[in-house]
């Protein structure tokens, strides 16, 4: 009870602290990285996306090693969803299949993020079960990162 009580303020505390990120959308500013050139992508990011339904979202996500060291875990804390997923790099692109662990819906599915040279995350998103692509942006939450600027 205890831990879904904490789920859930973290939850209502992160929707309220990026209520703003509603406003416009974040600008990928890096160009596509080279695959043996690639920055570190562990960390913390701001999130903006747009589903196949074409519902704005935002969030935030944290990459980090996964136990082999060769791949990444993924979880997101984003509009109405509690998201986890593994993946691994190819090129200069992560893979990733992720999944609802908490929220309205449970669905699952794929997402290939293109890492740019300042660590962005540029996302084509997709839904198991529906047609269409969504997109989503991940910008991290780290001094190393540009001057935010929005619009599409």
């Given at each position: 009870?205890?831990?879904?009580?904490?789920?859930?303020?973290?939850?209502?505390?992160?929707?309220?602290?990026?209520?703003?990120?509603?406003?416009?959308?974040?600008?990928?500013?890096?160009?596509?990285?080279?695959?043996?050139?690639?920055?570190?992508i562990v960390g913390v990011y701001a999130v903006n996306g747009v589903d196949v339904?074409?519902?704005?979202?935002?969030?935030?996500?944290?990459?980090?090693?996964?136990?082999?060291?060769?791949?990444?875990?993924?979880?997101?804390?984003?509009?109405?969803?509690?998201?986890?997923?593994?993946?691994?790099?190819?090129g200069n692109q992560l893979k990733a299949r992720w999944q609802n662990i908490e929220?309205?819906?449970?669905?699952?599915?794929?997402?290939?993020?293109?890492?740019?040279?300042?660590?962005?995350?540029?996302?084509?998103?997709?839904?198991?079960?529906?047609?269409?692509?969504?997109?989503?942006?991940?910008?991290?939450?780290?001094?190393?990162?540009?001057?935010?600027?929005?619009?599409?």
């Open positions: 009870m205890k831990k879904q009580l904490l789920l859930l303020i973290v939850i209502l505390l992160s929707v309220l602290m990026l209520s703003g990120c509603r406003q416009g959308k974040g600008v990928i500013q890096g160009a596509p990285a080279e695959a043996n050139k690639l920055p570190d339904a074409n519902a704005d979202y935002s969030g935030t996500l944290k990459i980090e090693k996964d136990a082999s060291g060769q791949g990444f875990l993924l979880h997101w804390i984003v509009t109405g969803a509690i998201q986890e997923g593994r993946g691994k790099i190819e929220g309205v819906a449970q669905t699952q599915g794929d997402i290939v993020y293109t890492i740019t040279t300042l660590g962005e995350l540029d996302g084509q998103r997709r839904i198991d079960g529906f047609d269409g692509v969504g997109w989503e942006k991940a910008f991290p939450n780290n001094e190393k990162w540009g001057s935010f600027k929005f619009g599409h």
